[in-house]
């Protein structure tokens, strides 16, 4: 089983971007770390208790039975977000407590300042947790292990641009999008007391099984790589 760390800048990017395929790994005995880079807050319904609550609510629906879906917090202040040293080191310590061996972030093309900081960092940290003589500091709850080099990077997006980027590939999430629209849901002060974001759940199911019928399964989610795939077989194709 792998050590999966899916990156968001804020608390729901993750499930909009690839809650499915969260769900789908956990039931398949994967560990899966969420790490939220900031708490997403302020906003105009919620607060940074609120969010807590609802992204550990969205996390347990993400959950499968004797497989819970954990998830931490960095703790950088929402919209503020900024590519620096202390960052990376941090996000680095987070590798290598959970010993990632993939890591999930968004796709760097994005209209949102925090997410392609966000991406630039998780990107720059999976290089410095494999270094050596550099400690890194211990995220709350987690105990930093030796140096370690997540052996892949994949891009979900979360775009706030109104294009997606050419995928690499699909994943048929086709038995968990309701997991992930739960999940969405959790987030009740951003997607339901909002009336300004109370289309986006169904935007998200559509695109869902937009992608879905381009790989032609029920529904999918869309991940791109920047570096090449290896196949021993033919039999994960669908």
Same mark, same amino acid.
């Given at each position: 089983m792998?050590?999966?760390?899916v990156? #968001?800048?804020?608390?729901?990017?993750?499930?909009l971007?690839? +809650?499915g395929?969260?769900?789908?790994?956990?039931?398949? +005995?994967?560990?899966?770390?969420?790490?939220?880079?900031? !708490?997403? $807050?302020?906003?105009?319904? =919620?607060?940074?208790?609120?969010? %807590?609550? $609802? %992204?550990?609510?969205?996390?347990?629906?993400?959950?499968?039975p004797? @497989?819970?879906?954990? /998830?931490?917090?960095? #703790?950088?202040? @929402?919209?503020y977000?900024?590519?620096?040293? $202390?960052a990376r080191?941090?996000?680095?310590?987070?590798?290598?407590?959970?010993?990632?061996?993939?890591? &999930?972030?968004?796709h760097?093309?994005?209209?949102h300042?925090d997410?392609?900081? *966000?991406?630039?960092?998780?990107?720059?940290?999976?290089?410095?947790a494999?270094?050596? +003589?550099?400690?890194?500091?211990?995220?709350? =709850?987690?105990?930093?292990g030796?140096? *370690?080099?997540?052996?892949?990077?994949?891009?979900?997006?979360?775009?706030?641009?109104?294009?997606v980027?050419?995928?690499s &590939?699909?994943?048929?999430v086709?038995?968990f999008?309701?997991h992930?629209? /739960?999940s969405?849901?959790?987030?009740?002060?951003?997607f339901?007391? !909002?009336?300004k !974001?109370?289309?986006?759940p169904?935007?998200?199911?559509?695109? #869902?099984?937009y &992608?879905?019928?381009?790989? =032609?399964?029920?529904?999918?989610?869309? &991940?791109?790589?920047?570096e090449?795939?290896?196949?021993?077989?033919l039999?994960?194709?669908?």
């Amino acid at each position: 089983m792998a050590n999966v760390l899916v990156v #968001g800048p804020h608390p729901d990017d993750q499930e909009l971007g690839m +809650g499915g395929t969260i769900a789908l790994l956990a039931s398949q +005995g994967h560990r899966v770390l969420l790490l939220d880079m900031t !708490n997403g $807050e302020p906003t105009p319904h =919620g607060s940074p208790e609120v969010r %807590a609550r $609802e %992204a550990a609510a969205a996390a347990r629906a993400l959950s499968t039975p004797g @497989n819970e879906v954990r /998830r931490v917090s960095l #703790g950088l202040r @929402n919209r503020y977000v900024e590519h620096s040293m $202390e960052a990376r080191h941090r996000v680095a310590g987070v590798i290598r407590a959970h010993r990632a061996d993939i890591v &999930f972030v968004p796709h760097p093309e994005d209209a949102h300042p925090d997410h392609r900081a *966000v991406t630039r960092i998780v990107e720059d940290a999976r290089f410095d947790a494999k270094l050596t +003589g550099v400690e890194m500091p211990a995220p709350e =709850g987690l105990e930093v292990g030796p140096p *370690v080099y997540p052996k892949w990077l994949f891009h979900y997006f979360a775009t706030h641009l109104r294009s997606v980027p050419a995928p690499s &590939f699909f994943v048929d999430v086709s038995a968990f999008l309701e997991h992930k629209m /739960r999940s969405i849901l959790a987030y009740e002060s951003q997607f339901v007391a !909002n009336p300004k !974001n109370r289309h986006v759940p169904e935007w998200v199911r559509a695109q #869902g099984v937009y &992608f879905g019928s381009r790989a =032609g399964v029920g529904a999918a989610e869309a &991940f791109s790589t920047p570096e090449p795939l290896a196949l021993r077989s033919l039999e994960g194709l669908a």
